[in-house]
């Protein structure tokens, strides 16, 4: 009863256990002699023994439900934990940049006038190119520049895929923006697989490149808030002719290219059955990312899309 009193593990108590009632125990040796005995002393010894041997398991049984809470309260003390200490702030979410600035030029293109419409991700070869007059060994087809599922999808290139889309539906006059992903094989600090355009199509009796020149110069004033300095690049694009790019001034003044545009190409409108002699047509795809990147100072496009909160937090 001394020795029980002393355990404070369950290994000491284990021992204890054998040494008193396991096979080599001291009562087990008595135990194997109660057969010497006659048989009134051997009711008697058994009794005392039997007694004795219930004794010790009871002590063993109750040190062990000690020995557990024991345990149980250790490991409380360890992890204790305060109910009383104020609870972890929900962060609150907010758009992201790209699409706020979608929204912005949404919202400004509305206000004159323009329908949206969406289109598919997943794009057929005659949308993306044949339809946009581009012909079989253009350089964008290529495998190294575009993502094709087989010979005959692929990850729509440019949102213009959507004007043969909307001529095919619409007999005019039409005034279509079309935002959306595209996706091509690029990525460095301007570039990324996967970016954002807005398409604008304008049909009607008798637009001009200057009506595609005024809407632009507007829009940007109106995007950037401030008067940037602007300028149309001659350039090409299958789909338009007369092609030009736009290039804006940055605070560095290095010009940054955002956007495509021209009067669309008569093939383009024959393809959709559209009347050349009675409209025509212009047409611009803006680049999102580049226009976000003016407006915020960005210099690393890929900042949009690592999903590093510390930069999207800025945009709350
Ligand atoms: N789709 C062209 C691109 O992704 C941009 C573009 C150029 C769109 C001229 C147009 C356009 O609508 O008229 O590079």
């Known amino acids: 009863m001394q020795e029980i009193k002393k355990i404070n593990d369950s290994v000491s108590l284990n021992n204890f256990q054998s040494k008193y009632l396991g096979k080599n125990s001291i009562l087990c040796y008595y135990f194997s002699k109660l057969v010497t005995l006659n048989i009134s002393e051997r009711i008697k010894c058994s009794t005392i023994l039997n007694s004795f041997k219930q004794k010790i398991k009871n002590k063993i049984y109750k040190k062990k439900i000690k020995l557990k809470n024991n345990k149980l309260i250790n490991q409380k003390n360890k992890y204790f934990i ?7 702030k929900m962060e609150r979410g907010s758009l992201h940049p790209i699409t706020m600035i979608m929204e912005e ?3 400004i293109f509305n206000y004159l006038g323009f329908n949206i419409y969406y289109g598919p991700e997943i794009e057929n070869k005659y949308y993306n190119f044949d ?14 520049d575009t993502f094709w599922f087989n010979s005959n999808y692929v990850l729509r290139t440019q949102t213009s895929s959507m ?27 301007t570039h990324t697989p996967m970016f954002h355009q807005i398409e604008g199509l304008i049909v009607d009796e008798s637009i001009s490149f200057s009506n ?5 110069e507007n829009f940007v004033i109106q995007i950037l808030k401030k008067n940037i300095k602007i ?17 804006i001034q940055d605070k560095n003044g290095n010009w940054l ?32 990312e580049r226009i976000a990147m003016l407006k915020y100072s960005i210099s690393d496009i890929r900042c949009f899309f690592e999903n590093d909160i510390r930069f999207l937090k800025q945009f709350v």
């Open 82 to 88: 305060d109910y009383t200490l104020p609870g972890r």
């Open 105 to 107: 030029i949404i919202e």
């Open 131 to 144: 339809a946009l007059n581009i012909p079989h060994n253009h350089p964008a087809r290529n495998i190294s």
């Open 163 to 189: 004007q043969i889309r909307v001529l095919e539906k619409n007999p005019g006059p039409i005034r279509a923006i079309i935002p959306g992903k595209v996706y091509r094989r690029d990525y460095d600090h």
């Open 212 to 216: 595609l020149k005024w809407i632009l």
């Open 231 to 247: 300028r149309f690049r001659s350039s090409y694009f299958p789909f338009t002719c007369p092609s030009a790019e736009m290039d």
């Open 257 to 288: 290219e955002i956007l495509g545009c021209g009067m669309v190409h008569p093939n383009v409108l024959k393809t959709c059955n559209i009347d050349g002699n009675v409209y025509s047509a212009c047409a611009f795809g803006i680049g999102i």
